[in-house]
């Protein structure tokens, strides 16, 4: 059993940048990739980046490669999404997921994943 507990957001003004933090227990969580998804309100969940915890592949969405950067830090067990340039339709509550999984069609599936966080929501004002 792993449980995420994800962290940071708030509210944000456009332009501005923000870092969510996703911390691990429990299980064998460093075999474990991680993946952010978020949510808006009347839409689904929607990938927005992941990293294979061995070996360290990151993965991002269009919508955000080049403003987001997804790392971990395996002594802390965490891994942290900045997200920078924010725009208002960033706004969602985000969530981080771990599974036992590799390569990008698993990674940007939320089936995909086991376990979840309970969210952290993130405004972005314009």
């Known amino acids: 059993q792993v449980q995420l507990v994800e962290s940071g957001g708030g509210l944000v003004q456009a332009g501005g940048f923000t870092t969510l933090s996703c911390a691990a227990s429990?299980?064998?969580?460093?075999?474990?990739?991680i993946g952010w998804f978020r949510q808006a309100p009347g839409k689904g969940r929607e990938f927005v980046a992941a990293?294979?915890?061995?070996?360290?592949?990151?993965y991002y969405d269009h919508l955000v490669k080049g403003r987001c950067t997804i790392a971990r830090d395996n002594a802390k067990n965490t891994v942290y999404l900045q997200m920078n340039s924010l725009k208002p339709e960033d706004t969602a509550k985000y969530y981080c997921?771990?599974?036992?999984?590799?390569?990008?069609?698993?990674?940007?599936?939320?089936?995909?994943?086991?376990?979840w966080g309970q969210g952290t929501q993130v405004t972005v004002s314009s």
């Open positions: 997921a771990a599974g036992l999984l590799s390569g990008w069609g698993a990674l940007i599936t939320p089936s995909s994943y086991i376990y």
């Open positions: 990293i294979e915890w061995r070996g360290g592949g990151t």
């Open positions: 429990g299980g064998t969580s460093s075999n474990y990739a």
